[in-house]
């Protein structure tokens, strides 16, 4: 159980062009989800809290308008990079809370690699 | 404050051998941490957590030890196998709701033959 999956599992795009990353709970419900970023060699870096039906929380520093998010149900929910560039490539990792339980435990998906030409 | 790895430590062990991968946490409030591990180009798989009330938990050969004394935690693996070559990242909740997590800065283990 608590399976995460991301789609697609590696992009590369030209710098201007926008992608989208979907992150699903295959198996449970999850009204919170979170995006990280992680670069080569480095930990995760939170970079929003997205929630079911409402706005994502941003962390200080992370643009809303350039990584925008949106949490439509209780499985999915998507970051669109926009006008992506070369310092956006990196590695994007989504996870995710059962909201049926009180556990604080976070299920990670396999991570998104975006690289911008 | 965040936790951000300009440099990762790295464990070498022989296989069959035990493994101790250990982390400071920084927020003497913290009551639950977790291990996760990640395999190279992979996302960060649960392995085991711990509430601040125990001391020692163990798993399929893992084990974790909570002290919080001096705010230390670590990962016992017994009889490493090259499948646990990969990297491994403790987390506390961070203040001032618990909602995410921080993560340490991730220690690298290789397991050589």
């Known amino acids: 159980g608590a399976v995460v999956s991301q789609h697609p599992s590696w992009v590369i795009c030209k710098s201007g062009t926008s992608v989208k990353i979907e992150c699903r709970s295959l198996d449970f419900q999850a009204t919170t989800m979170f995006w990280y970023r992680q670069f080569p060699k480095q930990s995760l870096m939170l970079m929003a809290t997205s929630n079911e039906g409402s706005k994502a929380t941003y962390e200080q520093g992370v643009e809303k308008d350039k990584f925008l998010i949106n949490h439509a149900s209780l499985t999915l929910s998507t970051l669109t990079v926009t006008s992506a560039h070369p310092e956006d490539s990196s590695f994007y990792i989504c996870s995710a809370r059962d909201s049926s339980t009180s556990q604080e435990t976070q299920y990670f998906g396999p991570g998104t690699r975006l690289l911008v030409l | 404050g965040e936790s951000v790895g300009l440099h990762l430590p790295t464990l070498s062990v022989q296989e069959g051998d035990n493994s101790i991968i250990n982390c400071a946490y920084s927020n003497s409030a913290s009551d639950y941490f977790i291990w996760y591990k990640q395999e190279s180009g992979k996302g960060p798989q649960f392995i085991i957590d711990?509430?601040?009330?125990?001391d020692k938990r163990q798993g399929q050969r893992v084990t974790v030890l909570l002290n919080k004394t001096v705010k230390h935690l670590s990962l016992q693996i017994a009889a490493t196998q090259p499948g646990d070559s990969a990297v491994y990242f403790c987390?506390?909740?961070?203040?001032?709701?618990?909602?995410?997590?921080?993560f340490g800065p991730g220690t690298r283990l290789s397991v050589l033959p």
């Open positions: 711990i509430r601040s009330n125990m």
């Open positions: 987390a506390e909740p961070r203040p001032p709701y618990g909602q995410n997590f921080v």
